[in-house]
């Protein structure tokens, strides 16, 4: 099964996309 990658553009979406997995994983953690 292959994952789709996602590759941000510049600094601003690569920070949104960290920020969504810390958002993501304190949802699923708690």
Do not use: G, Q, T
């Not at 292959?2 to 304190?26: G, M, Q, T, W």
Request: aromatic fraction near 14%; glycine fraction near 0%; proline fraction near 3%.
């Amino acid at each position: 099964m292959e994952r789709e990658i996602f590759v941000p553009h510049n600094e601003a979406e690569r920070k949104n996309v960290l920020a969504l997995a810390e958002y993501l994983d304190s949802i699923f953690y708690c």
